[in-house]
């Protein structure tokens, strides 16, 4: 199989390429303001959990201020929790920020909001551009939830920002032990991230962290895991699905839905998240089961196993690239400029290229209709 | 009391330890003498069901799809599926694999409870798969369920563990898996309107090991991070939800 390629590219690219999206502000986006797609993302990297840095617990919830503030944050766990709310409008498949995110983006090592919302604005040497938390959100919007990113000064985008930064706060301040509410900020701060300068934060906060530590704080996005003993292979990976991962995502890992949820969501197909969105890489699915899944007893299938079953769901058809349309249809053009990386975009599987089947983006969605 | 000559399905074992069951009911300690079936040691459990109550007469089994291999589910689980709390859990609306699993569980002893272990064995795969699919498409209550994400701000510790779990003790929200106010989805199985004595006897089971038909063990470490307390009142919680127009 040319499953040695993968683990030798892997290899060469020390399977550090983890950031959630690859967008990069394409040449069609200028027709359409506020629908531009988002900026390719750094790494993410996971953090030395011992670098002294602060492991910080947010707050329970019923210390949420009655303000219109307070209101802002609750709306933020809604979205993120029911994210079907904006099913058509923002959100184009069948997921929910919660399903990737777990415990509502309060868990560590889960990709928690509370430690990405102190790593943006993030700034990119290669084309000089700095990425907001806002437009980062709307990376998972366009590619995670195969949608339509909101837009940043959206009421749903400076919600999720409200959430993202009292998680962080009120955790950081219980941390340095400061008493009080989360001080309020104005949206525009709330969008752009609190990794800068002129972010307003109590000076104990500000001085213990300083700008360029605090995209590092321990538990941000998914621990790294260690490199399969032989090449992953979905074929093996097909076995283990069957084993620990079918009963809730059924057989055609389609999921399964009550009450309008799929709160048992789908791995792939037109419900899934789409061929540009970080989980379709295998280390960073790989990663995430490993240490989330079956949910609640991660941490319990092998790295290898992990691996295996990664690249099983990744080698299945599922929603198109968007950025597809700026390589005129070309799938190889595309995968060769943004899929250097384990995944299967653009390879043969069972007689079949991935991709040049894929179920329609968000855009094609609405272009039918 | 009789047994009711229906019963045709169960062995002369159950019989007896139905009797058995009936006659030392009140007092356990008579109990410890049983008979022993097929070599096993007998030991009949402290809870033993009771003795079925008298069937409601032949004309209510002409409801369409039932089985007549059902009658003898039935007289525990009656003819809906419904149960009764005590006697039978509720079996309407089961997913029908789950439903399927739950009795090859109780053949396999993955699930202790001698009355199902011996009605289990008499039940042959063909046979199973028509209870199953009549019993699981029996209609359970309607209920608004609420949806997960609905509201942050839970202050009550029951609903708090239901709809956001407690991940310091990684226990995932119930209404995660189980579906919107626990109505149960794909193979796992409805909470809401569930006998609170049986929803809580099984995560009693599972914390002490008794149970273990769960993939994984997903509800046993669940269980096992659970109090007695909070047992108790979660049982109480989902089958509250369950009431026709609850939420």
Redesign the interface.
């Known amino acids: 199989m040319r499953l040695i390629q993968f683990a030798l590219l892997a290899a060469v690219l020390g399977l550090t390429l983890t950031a959630c999206d690859r967008g990069e502000s394409g040449k069609r986006a200028s027709d359409q303001p506020g629908t531009e797609l988002p900026d390719r993302q750094e790494a993410i990297p996971s953090p030395d959990a011992d670098s002294g840095l602060p492991k910080i617990q947010p707050r329970p919830?019923?210390e949420?201020p009655d303000s219109a503030f307070g209101e802002k944050?609750?709306r933020g766990?809604?979205?993120?929790?029911?994210s079907q709310e904006l099913r058509g409008k923002y959100v184009g498949n069948a997921l929910?920020c919660?399903n990737c995110h777990?415990?509502?983006g309060?868990?560590a090592d889960a990709a928690p909001l509370w430690a990405a919302y102190f790593a943006y604005p993030a700034y990119r040497k290669k084309n000089d551009k700095v990425n907001s938390f806002a437009e980062r959100i709307q990376g998972c919007f366009t590619y995670s939830a195969n949608g339509a990113p909101p837009p940043a000064d959206s009421a749903e985008m400076i919600a999720l920002s409200a959430y993202a930064y009292w998680l962080a706060m009120g955790g950081l301040m219980n941390h340095f032990g400061i008493d009080g509410a989360v001080p309020e900020v104005s949206d525009e701060d709330l969008i752009t991230g609190a990794k800068r300068e002129d972010f307003p934060l109590p000076d104990a906060i500000a001085t213990a962290l300083p700008v360029e530590q605090r995209d590092k704080l321990p538990g941000r996005g998914y621990p790294k895991l260690e490199k399969p003993a032989r090449d992953f292979s979905p074929d093996n990976g097909k076995e283990v699905f069957a084993k620990?991962c079918m009963?809730?995502h059924?057989p055609d890992g389609q999921?399964?839905?009550?009450?309008g949820?799929y709160?048992?969501p789908p791995l792939w197909g037109k419900d899934s998240y789409n061929w540009g969105a970080g989980m379709h890489r295998v280390n960073t699915a790989a990663a995430f089961i490993h240490a989330n899944m079956?949910?609640?007893?991660g941490i319990?299938l092998t790295p290898q196993q992990a691996w295996d079953v990664a690249a099983y769901i990744n080698a299945q058809e599922r929603p198109q690239d968007p950025r597809l349309a700026d390589f005129d249809g070309d799938v190889q053009r595309l995968k060769e400029r943004y899929h250097q990386h384990p995944g299967f975009y653009g390879q043969k599987i069972d007689g079949k290229i991935l991709g040049e089947n894929a179920y329609p983006d968000f855009q094609q969605m609405h272009k039918r209709n | 009391m009789k047994i009711p000559h229906r019963m045709w399905v169960l062995p002369t074992l159950l019989c007896v330890s139905l009797l058995a069951a009936v006659v030392g009911f009140a007092q356990s300690s008579e109990q410890e003498d049983g008979v022993k079936p097929r070599g096993e040691p007998f030991k009949p459990q402290r809870d033993t069901t009771p003795t079925p109550p008298e069937p409601e007469g032949d004309a209510t089994r002409n409801i369409p799809g039932f089985p007549k291999e059902a009658e003898v589910c039935a007289e525990c689980h009656d003819l809906q599926g419904e149960g009764r709390p005590g006697l039978a859990p509720r079996i309407a609306g089961l997913p029908v694999d789950y439903f399927r699993q739950q009795v090859h569980g109780f053949q396999a002893g993955k699930r202790k409870n001698t009355t199902m272990h011996a009605l289990s064995e008499e039940v042959t795969d063909e046979v199973l798969d028509k209870i199953a699919t009549y019993f699981s498409s029996r209609p359970l209550p309607k209920i608004t369920p609420i949806l997960r994400g609905t509201q942050a701000v839970i202050s009550d510790p029951v609903e708090k563990l239901a709809y956001q779990g407690d991940w310091s003790r990684e226990i995932p929200a119930c209404v995660t898996c189980h579906g919107a106010s626990g109505i149960g989805v794909g193979n796992i199985p409805p909470l809401a309107g569930q006998h609170a004595v049986y929803l809580k006897a099984q995560l009693q089971d599972w914390k002490k090991g008794g149970r273990t038909t769960d993939q994984d063990q997903v509800m046993q470490k669940i269980a096992s991070q659970l109090s007695d307390e909070e047992i108790e009142a979660l049982a109480n919680y989902f089958n509250q939800l369950g009431k026709p127009g609850g939420q």
């Open positions: 919830f019923t949420i944050i609750k766990y809604q979205l993120f929790v029911n929910n919660v777990m415990d509502a309060r868990r620990h009963a809730c059924g999921g399964y839905e009550a009450a949820i709160n048992l079956p949910l609640g007893k319990q």
